[in-house]
């Protein structure tokens, strides 16, 4: 029984290792930062805390927020009434991301006519993250 116990310590031990190393990795801001993803509407925001409580809980770097598919009242939509109740309802939660995370990094990116798919679209989303970071500098 004893040889079978050290067997098994010893096969443990090296994923312990690993897991150990990974969870150093995770604690550490110089390798790892969480970027949390959200919309404002009271779901994401409500899940959106948890996580952040979450990753505090377990020591892993988070003070960055994108918030994405925001509805902003452009000119072809400032007439329109479903518009406008969208905006309403998304500014509310939008402030409420402001008070809740004022330490936060919060990038807020507008709703596209289309889905972000493939290299080409991460790619034109990526430039929009970097535009939208330009204009609060």
């Given at each position: 029984?004893?040889?079978?116990?050290?067997?098994?310590?010893?096969k443990l031990s090296?994923?312990?290792?690993?897991?150990?190393?990974?969870?150093?990795?995770?604690?550490?801001?110089?390798?790892?930062?969480?970027?949390?993803?959200?919309?404002?509407?009271?779901?994401?925001?409500?899940?959106?805390?948890?996580?952040?409580?979450?990753?505090?809980?377990?020591?892993?770097?988070?003070?960055?927020?994108?918030?994405?598919?925001?509805?902003?009242?452009?000119?072809?939509?400032?007439?329109?009434?479903k518009c406008q109740?969208?905006w309403r309802i998304?500014?509310?939660?939008?402030?409420?991301?402001?008070?809740?995370?004022?330490?936060?990094?919060?990038?807020?990116?507008?709703?596209?006519?289309?889905?972000?798919?493939?290299?080409?679209?991460?790619?034109?989303?990526?430039?929009?993250?970097?535009?939208?970071?330009?204009?609060?500098?």
């Amino acid at each position: 029984m004893g040889l079978i116990l050290i067997k098994y310590s010893k096969k443990l031990s090296r994923p312990k290792k690993t897991i150990d190393i990974v969870n150093s990795q995770f604690q550490n801001p110089d390798f790892t930062t969480f970027v949390c993803v959200a919309i404002p509407e009271f779901l994401s925001l409500f899940e959106t805390e948890r996580l952040v409580q979450a990753l505090t809980k377990y020591e892993i770097d988070t003070h960055n927020i994108v918030v994405n598919q925001i509805h902003f009242l452009d000119e072809d939509c400032k007439d329109c009434k479903k518009c406008q109740a969208r905006w309403r309802i998304q500014k509310k939660y939008l402030d409420q991301i402001e008070e809740l995370y004022d330490d936060f990094h919060v990038t807020k990116c507008p709703i596209l006519p289309q889905e972000v798919r493939g290299k080409e679209g991460l790619e034109s989303f990526g430039k929009i993250l970097v535009a939208q970071e330009e204009t609060k500098n």
